[in-house]
């Protein structure tokens, strides 16, 4: 066959199989489609399919069926971050800083704090730390990773979940964002290249210089407009930071956090969104598992999972819980808030994807993060909907 058509068949499968399991099986309520995907990404990579029939991952899977696979994956994977930057109220968040300072910074702080400490025990054992990490890469790495929250797909579980338009679910999206940059920040430190700083300055200088005169130029647009302008502007900022030495990621969340929501008409931004996790980023979820690895034993990968897991998810509610007692929040509230921002998929895979493709983690602790995120997104809504329905007077609470 042809390599378009070994490619059509690769996409057919990514497209097909998470979506019967989703639809047959009903997860939507512990495994929304999304975790779906990612989970088949897995199943569907070397260490699962490849194990179990070779010849037919080897025949699917060939370089130029991965690489035209990645192609995809990389620009629908900037799309969803400049979106992610784009939707960041910077302006709420400054509204309400003491409140959101405190509540964010407990509740980055304390998940990252505890992932360092299991990073510093994982980094004596061969096999998990990359070989041109260093060791505070790694250690602030998987702390970090503890601590992301998806902001996109909190948005999505906010809206199912029915609070999102709500106070406490605009209060939660504040918490968020402010988290958020926080995490690109400390991944641009973890990435900085110590003998190319020539060119990372050279590029901070640019995007300073550029943002302003992008800005200028959004604003004078007709808004139809936009929409291109800003793409033109994410494929440049992608390609600068990754020229920097940076990533092209930081890159593309670097070209959205500078421009103004208010710009773009809401419906638009959310049916693109959903358009892209739709059409194209099952394709990224698939090319995700295509770089997890089991060589070390299934459980030892497993094992450090579940540690991963546990000192995450009991880092962010400690924190929260810290929070709550500060701010004077009711009984109860700190743990809502606390399962809802535990919602790791997406932003903190494409985090660890970014620590492995500059081999900083090898396959083996991207694996075991990449079950983390699951197993901590797919504990969310279970949680959350009981004390949800329990506690309603919550939802209506603006601080």
């Excluded at 061969?126 to 990490?133: D, F, I, L």
């Excluded at 930071?241 to 419906?267: C, K, N, P, R, Y």
């Excluded at 900083?360 to 329905?389: D, H, Q, R, Y």
């Amino acid at each position: 066959m042809s390599t378009t058509e070994v490619f059509l068949i690769a996409m057919s499968i990514i497209f097909t199989v998470p979506y019967l399991i989703w639809r047959v099986g009903r997860t939507d309520y512990y495994a929304p489609l999304v975790v779906v995907q990612i989970i088949c990404g897995i199943l569907l990579g070397p260490g699962v399919l490849g194990v179990a029939y070779p010849d037919f991952f080897n025949f699917v899977f060939s370089k130029p069926v991965i690489g035209s696979l990645n192609g995809i994956a990389w620009w629908a994977v900037m799309i969803f971050v400049w979106i992610a930057g784009i939707e960041l109220n910077i302006q709420k968040a400054w509204e309400n800083r003491v409140e959101s300072g405190i509540t964010a910074g407990l509740a980055l702080g304390t998940p990252l704090i505890f992932g360092s400490i299991a990073a510093v025990f994982l980094v004596q054992y061969p096999g998990w730390m990359g070989a041109s990490g260093q060791t505070w890469q790694f250690i602030i790495g998987i702390g970090m990773a503890c601590a992301v929250t998806a902001l996109p797909i909190l948005i999505l579980l906010l809206e199912k979940l029915e609070i999102l338009r709500q106070p406490i679910g605009q209060r939660i999206l504040r918490y968020a964002s402010l988290d958020d940059i926080a995490i690109w920040g400390v991944l641009a430190l973890i990435l900085m290249d110590w003998e190319r700083l020539g060119h990372q300055g050279f590029f901070f200088v640019g995007y300073a210089i550029c943002a302003y005169a992008i800005r200028k130029l959004m604003a004078w647009l007709p808004p139809k407009d936009r929409w291109y302008i800003g793409l033109m502007w994410l494929a440049f900022c992608g390609f600068s930071a990754d020229w920097a030495g940076l990533h092209f990621m930081v890159g593309a969340f670097l070209s959205g956090v500078i421009l103004d929501t208010d710009w773009f008409d809401q419906e638009h931004m959310d049916l693109l969104r959903h358009h892209i996790l739709l059409a194209v980023m099952p394709v990224f979820f698939l090319s995700t598992g295509l770089k997890t690895n089991w060589q070390m034993g299934g459980a030892a990968v497993f094992l450090v999972a579940g540690i991963l897991l546990v000192v995450s998810v009991a880092g962010k509610l400690l924190g929260l819980q810290i929070a709550g007692k500060i701010l004077k929040w009711e009984p109860g509230e700190a743990s809502i808030i606390g399962w809802l921002l535990q919602t790791k998929a997406l932003i903190m895979i494409i985090f660890v994807n970014i620590l492995l493709d500059k081999n900083i983690i090898t396959n083996e602790a991207f694996t075991a993060l990449l079950l983390m995120a699951i197993g901590s997104t797919m504990l969310t809504i279970p949680m959350v909907s009981p004390m949800l329905k329990r506690m309603e007077s919550i939802i209506f609470k603006s601080k």
